[in-house]
């Protein structure tokens, strides 16, 4: 029997295992098929606080990986198949494995959404990004390009113009389905050029490990043409990692886990932390927060059980 399982590895996940882990209760974490998370997939991390010279996503999450581990949280490759939150202690199906625990941190995260080229995934973190917030600095003076047509895609395309010498928004469509207010501020910024009705069919150039353009499609055509970019920012959506939850959590429309305060979920025992709840801030930092916060709800959660 656990005290504490945690579902998901990245920064959410490993610090809820750190603060488990230094309060005792021994927790083990479920790693998930993208173990580490989404800074696995980003290079440079240099709005972390603590890290004066920047540190690499991938060591960054390993750190704390390590540093859960020293204090004895056990981490178990392998994802969640099946939960079953109708009664205490929870029952937790770890592919074959069936796990029993007390409390259960749901640190599952959200996976970008990718347009599944294969030219994009092999260039992700040489000029492929779904996070500008992370990499639009090191494209300063460069010209960028972003897909998309919501909300996020207009958020990132504006804080690209901090930096970028031009930036292209790419959206499928003629209409936005982003905020009038976040469309007429992205509208109002001169540094952004809009194609619209045009869906991008290939990024180049993969052998060079660097993006060099893209090859654009018109959905109205079908002409194809090449547009020269440096980097290519995938403003999609992200789809929270919440499938096993359907019917047991309170989730929105969208699929995140609604929060009852604090970092608690409808059932109680059951907490949430980082971005398989938070669809506003996404940074790692936050979700990091948002990892110790699930871990004290927890830790006094088992203390007024006892
Ligand atoms: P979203 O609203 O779902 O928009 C996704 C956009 O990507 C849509 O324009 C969609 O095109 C396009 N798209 C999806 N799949 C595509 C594909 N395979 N190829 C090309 N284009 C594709 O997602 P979001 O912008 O991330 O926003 C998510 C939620 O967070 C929204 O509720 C939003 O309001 C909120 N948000 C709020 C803020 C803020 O207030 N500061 C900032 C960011 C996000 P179609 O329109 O043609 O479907």
């Not at 972390?48 to 949280?73: S, T």
């Not at 009664?87 to 409390?103: A, C, L, N, S």
């Not at 959590?249 to 709840?277: E, K, W």
């Not at 936050?286 to 007024?304: N, P, S």
Request: net charge negative.
């Amino acid at each position: 029997m656990l005290n504490v399982l945690i579902i998901g590895s990245g920064c959410a996940g490993n610090t809820a295992a750190i603060y488990a882990a230094r309060a005792n209760l021994e927790p083990l974490v479920v790693e998930g098929p993208e173990a580490g998370g989404q800074l696995t997939l980003t290079t440079e991390v240099e709005n972390f606080p603590g890290f004066p010279e920047g540190i690499m996503g991938p060591e960054l999450v390993e750190n704390m990986k390590k540093q859960a581990q020293r204090f004895g949280a056990i981490f178990k490759p392998g994802h969640v198949a099946r939960v079953d939150l109708s009664e205490r202690p929870f029952k937790v199906w770890i592919g074959g494995d069936m796990v029993e625990t007390k409390t259960l941190i749901v640190a599952a995260g959200a996976s970008a959404r990718w347009l599944g080229l294969d030219s994009e995934q092999q260039l992700i973190g040489h000029g492929v990004s779904s996070c500008a917030t992370c990499d639009g600095f090191f494209f300063r003076g460069q010209p960028v390009a972003v897909i998309g047509g919501g909300d996020s895609a207009m958020e990132e395309a504006t804080f690209l113009t901090k930096f970028a010498s031009e930036v292209s928004i790419i959206h499928r469509r003629s209409e936005f389905r982003a905020s009038k207010i976040m469309l007429d501020r992205a509208r109002a910024n001169e540094k952004i050029d809009w194609i619209v009705n045009a869906t991008v069919e290939d990024v180049f150039e993969p052998a060079q490990k660097a993006v060099s353009g893209l090859k654009l499609k018109s959905t109205v055509d079908g002409r194809e043409w090449e547009h020269k970019t440096n980097a290519l920012f995938l403003a999609i959506g992200h789809i929270p990692n919440t499938k096993v939850f359907r019917g047991q959590l309170d989730l929105d429309a969208q699929g995140y886990i609604v929060s009852h305060g604090g970092a608690r979920t409808n059932v109680a025992g059951v907490f949430h932390a980082g971005d398989v709840q938070d669809k506003v801030y996404r940074q790692a930092i936050t979700a990091a927060g948002a990892g110790c916060m699930a871990a004290i709800e927890a830790e006094r959660f088992l203390e007024a059980e006892q």
